[in-house]
């Protein structure tokens, strides 16, 4: 079963928000569903004002693709730049070493927290 | 006749499986009213009269192998070809295949077009290909494409020289009417003596990609270095549109330090065909891999170990990407990328040198031959590689429809396209040229214009 | 074993096909900046190639070594007469800006090759063009939009698509900047009609639809699903990939289409070479026939008894330019499609999709007992199953794989999306019912296995010079390139 770390908040479409830090990631749900990612690529800069919803990145496995959408809405100050060279980290660290942006004033209180996220992904198992 | 297998014994089996009474009765969703439509075509033909009917249909053309000998290039050329290349694409084990998404009994396909994809690496001098597209024009428009997902939409210019191959440019303009962006650089009243540097003005902070051709259209053989360097400075990318035998001896557009190299690969061993199918090449930088279209063979190891090769980077692609991917190109030309890389591996190196050096001389003979000629002249003097322009105190349709009398296919009126370049005629020599046929068409310009 | 690749494979010095001397006085190449210093291609005999390239072949499946059911590809046999009519000197050897009085015969060819296809698709005019679906298709919806544009109404970005549709569906609106509403499929593998209803406004440019779906079914409302775009002010775009089971059946331009594609690669037998080249000329209603792309041939100058028509190329008036260079793809597409039409007339086409038709039922109809045909009614020429097995945990690419074992091509797998582990099969016409039979057999002796040795099916394939790949390898490790000779830097 998929790892849900309790200190973050999930959005439906399957990225995290750490509230404590600012920054975004796809869920272990979502790496496994998309299996070896072998592409990704972070299309917003620091200085982007961003909107909840709006894609950040792109990120490409060997069966599927997908845009990753900013959970919340505020300034990106910080993105991940090493994470381009080292795609497989997503897969293998996905709260770690995986994350992808950072963002000031993110507001995450209307997002899932870990229980209520994980009864989410097992409904869609079925 | 038909290539139906089934008697009708085996028919009424198999209606009755599936239970149904009648062939008919399989349609039932398909509104009536325009159900089983008569269709007014021709009553069918066995295979010998249908052999006849396209002999008849063939041999009403005038071919350049026997009837004509051709001047005529302007992106289509008459090479020699190797029997060997038809031989081999010929089997059926090739030709019959579909697009290779099972690897597992699809090696032949897959490592043909690994072998492709090295081979035109060697030849542009860039460090990855992809499979093919259609043809030269829709691989120059795919280029932009790539520029444009590189800059993320956001440069919204593509400058084109003017000496780009009007066809392309059409296309080009065709395949960028939905995308909002500027096609600029090859205006009517374009400097056509001016050198490559004409266009750096025009490359600023929004411009996507320049595009050049090399030799350009007239035959011109330019070292685009500067301009590129120049274009680099800006930000933009450059994409060169090559002609694959020059490649043998000119200096690579890869070594220029272009970005892009893309081109007509029908020179490599393909036929004429009245214009196609033919085979767009498109190589690049590893840097834009993800943000080129096309399919792209990429070598792995089996379940038992062993080299193999495979479709790679298929996420790109539309089938899975849908509307969000760069282009949604599917089929493209893998048996003509094939006979390509079957045309360059039998010729080789030292076949491919010799096709270009005697292109090289035999298309400077016949420059010299006209220019000898009073009133002929050549209209631009950089060098040339087996195409060049020249200018005539007649109008070129007047001289062609001469040269045709004496079954010679004269080269391309330059008139249509340039306004400026009125009565000028783009020559196209080969290695399928004689020194007597080069002879002959000195000749008859001669008489015509005397 | 595996084959060395032909860069292995080179000897300096060796050489395969030499050219003669130059018959010319010498000209001195430009300057040495100018020129390159090395050329990195390998140096082979011929007799090094043709082995080489034997080899090769022989690690393909292939239409012409065995049943190929791959759905939606259409993959039946093709004809060996068009391999030498395509081949024909007159043919091969002509150049594309031949003045048209030299080169008659290609033209009359392609304009009778036009009108056919309006013949068999009810359309108003044809143009021959586009290399390949995915091409024609873009044109298709580059005349869309034009149509839009010249009426003056901008505000149509809106392009409606199916959930079965194909890939190139979405992509070639997508190329134009248009947004794509997905319309589900209702309980019957039809357009769902509420949620289409729910979309058709002032802003939709039109609708792609496949008819026959890519389930294989014809859609049961399409009539009403043209009367719904169309009342918007849409057009409708057919996706003519499955015309195969159309022809004599049903012309799409009678059911409302306004422009469609043809696959003459997979209708019209021209063979798919491993990955094209295709053809994909597409058909358009009165309202589009302005837009085409150019040039179109024509009649330019009437014939009289004995005397025949002058063809050449016209121009239509709103033209949305050119598609490519040149003329489309005459010889290897054009050539052999209008050789297969010749040879069938309007029985043998009618045949074609009464047997590719009949042929599918059949199949889906031997299956039935094994695996679940959802949206399960008289299919048309290709039919989507389950891959999967009560109570086994081997998927669709597995039994796929053990496929090959059994010396059959898959069929299509995990498309369309709609169905659970799909499995797409089309059998065509060109397949007997015993090969039929022995396909089927194949598929319910691997069920068996499935449930009585699980580990079997996952492995396979066993029998095939070459077991699964290492897809994941292959795209992170990313080596595109074979060797290249010592001292060649890409760089220089």
């Known amino acids: 079963m998929s790892n849900t770390p309790s200190n973050l908040q999930y959005a439906k479409s399957d990225e995290w928000f750490d509230p404590a830090t600012g920054k975004v990631g796809i869920s272990d749900y979502a790496q496994g569903q998309l299996s070896d990612i072998v592409f990704m690529e972070i299309t917003v800069g620091?200085?982007?004002?961003?909107?909840a919803g709006q894609a950040i990145a792109s990120v490409e496995s060997v069966k599927?693709?997908?845009?990753?959408?900013?959970?919340?809405?505020?300034?990106?100050?910080?993105?991940?730049?090493?994470?381009?060279?080292?795609?497989?980290?997503?897969?293998s660290d996905p709260y770690g070493e995986a994350w992808f942006i950072q963002i000031e004033g993110g507001d995450g209180s209307g997002m899932m927290d870990a229980a209520a996220y994980e009864k989410y992904c097992e409904e869609r198992a079925h | 006749m038909t290539y139906?297998?089934?008697?009708?014994?085996?028919?009424?089996?198999?209606?009755?499986?599936?239970?149904?009474?009648?062939l008919d009765a399989l349609f039932e969703a398909v509104p009536a009213k325009y159900r089983f439509p008569k269709l007014n075509l021709p009553p069918a033909l066995t295979e010998m009269e249908a052999a006849s009917l396209l002999s008849e249909l063939a041999s009403s053309n005038e071919n350049v192998r026997g009837d004509l000998v051709s001047f005529l290039g302007a992106g289509m050329y008459n090479h020699y070809v190797p029997s060997v290349v038809?031989?081999?694409?010929?089997?059926?084990?090739?030709?019959?295949?579909?697009?290779?998404?099972?690897?597992?009994?699809?090696?032949?396909?897959?490592?043909?077009?690994?072998?492709?994809?090295?081979?035109?690496?060697?030849?542009?001098?860039?460090?990855?290909?992809?499979?093919?597209?259609?043809?030269?024009?829709?691989?120059?428009?795919?280029?932009?494409?790539?520029?444009?997902?590189v800059f993320r939409g956001k440069r919204r210019k593509v400058v084109v020289s003017p000496t780009v191959h009007p066809q392309y440019r059409e296309t080009i303009r065709t395949y960028t009417q939905g995308m909002d962006l500027a096609v600029a650089g090859d205006e009517a009243d374009s400097d056509l003596q001016a050198s490559p540097e004409v266009l750096l003005p025009l490359i600023d902070q929004d411009t996507a990609l320049v595009i050049v051709q090399y030799p350009d259209f007239f035959g011109r053989v330019f070292d685009y270095t500067r301009l590129i360097e120049a274009a680099h400075a800006e930000g933009a990318l450059v994409c060169v549109v090559a002609n694959p035998t020059a490649l043998a001896l000119f200096k690579t557009p890869g070594a220029m330090g272009a970005d892009i190299v893309v081109g007509e690969g029908q020179p490599l061993g393909l036929p004429m065909w009245y214009g196609g199918p033919s085979l767009g090449f498109f190589t690049t930088r590893k840097q834009y891999v993800h943000k080129m279209a096309g399919r792209l063979v990429g070598e792995t190891v089996d379940s038992r170990g062993q080299k193999s090769y495979v479709l790679t980077l298929t996420a790109r692609e539309q089938h899975i990407k849908r509307e969000k991917a760069t282009s949604n190109i599917c089929t493209n030309q893998g048996l003509l990328a094939l006979a390509s890389a079957v045309y360059l591996s039998t010729i080789g190196k030292t076949g491919l040198q010799q096709v270009a050096n005697l292109c090289y001389q035999k298309a400077h003979y016949a420059a010299a031959e006209l220019s000898k000629i009073e009133g002929v002249g050549l209209c631009f003097s950089q060098p040339f590689f087996h195409e060049f322009a020249v200018c005539f105190p007649k109008p070129v349709s007047e001289i062609n429809e001469h040269l045709l009398e004496h079954g010679i296919l004269g080269g391309y009126d330059l008139g249509q396209d340039y306004p400026a370049l009125e009565d000028h005629m783009l020559v196209a020599v080969t290695e399928m040229n004689s020194k007597e046929e080069i002879d002959l068409f000195v000749e008859v310009v001669k008489e015509v214009l005397s | 074993m595996t084959e060395p690749t032909i860069f292995d494979l080179s000897s300096p010095g060796r050489t395969g096909v030499t050219f003669p001397k130059p018959d010319v006085p010498h000209f001195d190449l430009p300057d040495e900046s100018l020129l390159r210093d090395d050329l990195p291609l390998p140096e082979v005999a011929e007799v090094d190639v043709v082995r080489h390239y034997m080899a090769l072949s022989k690690y393909n499946y292939s239409v012409d070594g065995g049943f190929y059911p791959l759905g939606s590809c259409t993959m039946k046999y093709n004809p060996k007469i068009n391999e030498d009519t395509c081949r024909l000197p007159g043919f091969l050897f002509t150049h594309p800006l031949q003045p048209i009085e030299t080169v008659q015969g290609n033209l009359l060819l392609m304009y009778q090759m036009q009108e056919w296809l309006k013949e068999i698709s009810g359309f108003a005019a044809v143009t021959l063009q586009p290399a390949a679906g995915a091409h024609g298709e873009f044109c298709g919806v580059l005349m869309m939009r034009a149509y839009h544009k010249a009426r003056g109404d901008d505000k149509r970005i809106k392009m409606l698509i199916p959930d079965a549709a194909h890939g190139t569906n979405p992509a070639s609106a997508g190329m134009l900047g248009m947004t794509v509403k997905v319309i589900p499929s209702d309980a019957r593998g039809n357009v769902d009609l509420d949620a289409l209803r729910a979309e058709c406004d002032d802003t939709v440019v039109g609708m792609m639809l496949t008819n026959p779906n890519t389930l294989g079914l014809f859609d049961e409302n399409i009539e009403e699903v043209v009367k719904l775009v169309r009342n918007c002010g849409g057009l409708m775009y057919g996706d003519g990939a499955n015309l195969n089971a159309l022809l004599g059946i049903v012309r799409p331009g009678d059911l409302g289409f306004d422009v469609m594609h043809f696959n003459l690669h997979k209708t019209f037998a021209v063979p798919h070479g491993?990955?094209?080249?295709?053809?994909?000329?597409?058909?358009?209603?009165?309202?589009?026939?302005?837009?085409?792309?150019?040039?179109?041939?024509?009649?330019?100058?009437?014939?009289?008894?004995d005397i025949p028509p002058l063809y050449g190329f016209v121009t239509p008036k709103h033209s949305i330019g050119r598609m490519k260079s040149f003329h489309g793809h005459f010889g290897g597409g054009l050539v052999r499609a209008y050789t297969y039409i010749a040879m069938h007339g309007p029985d043998g086409l009618r045949d074609i999709s009464n047997y590719a038709v009949?042929?599918?039922?059949?199949?889906?109809?031997?299956?039935?007992?094994?695996?679940?045909?959802?949206?399960?009614?008289?299919?048309?020429?290709e039919f989507v199953m389950e891959g999967r097995v009560e109570g086994s945990d081997v998927r669709a690419l597995d039994i796929s794989k053990r496929l090959m074992d059994y010396n059959f091509h898959p069929p299509t797998n995990y498309f369309p999306l709609i169905v659970r582990e799909a499995l797409m099969i089309e059998p065509t016409e060109t397949e007997n019912k015993d090969t039929l039979d022995r396909f089927a057999d194949a598929l319910i002796k691997i069920a068996g296995e499935a449930k009585a040795d699980p580990d079997l099916v996952k492995t396979a394939p066993h029998t095939t010079p070459f077991g699964r790949m290492d897809e994941v390898r292959a795209a992170r490790e990313l080596v595109l390139c074979c060797w290249l000779p010592e001292g060649y830097d890409s760089e220089q």
Request: with cysteine.
């Open chain 1, 46 to 51: 620091v200085g982007d004002d961003i909107e």
């Open chain 1, 64 to 91: 599927a693709a997908s845009d990753v959408m900013s959970p919340v809405s505020g300034k990106v100050v910080a993105i991940n730049e090493d994470l381009a060279n080292a795609p497989e980290n997503i897969n």
């Open chain 2, 4 to 22: 139906i297998p089934t008697s009708p014994k085996e028919r009424d089996a198999m209606l009755e499986t599936v239970g149904v009474k009648s």
């Open chain 2, 86 to 149: 038809n031989h081999i694409i010929s089997r059926g084990e090739f030709y019959t295949a579909y697009t290779p998404y099972q690897p597992e009994i699809s090696q032949g396909t897959l490592q043909g077009i690994f072998e492709y994809q090295s081979l035109m690496t060697a030849l542009t001098g860039m460090e990855l290909s992809n499979a093919s597209h259609y043809d030269g024009a829709t691989a120059a428009a795919e280029a932009v494409n790539l520029a444009f997902a």
């Open chain 3, 274 to 305: 491993g990955g094209g080249p295709g053809s994909g000329p597409v058909g358009v209603s009165e309202r589009l026939a302005d837009f085409l792309p150019a040039p179109l041939v024509g009649i330019l100058e009437d014939g009289e008894e």
């Open chain 3, 358 to 381: 009949l042929n599918a039922n059949y199949l889906a109809a031997r299956l039935r007992g094994t695996f679940k045909i959802p949206f399960d009614r008289i299919c048309m020429h």
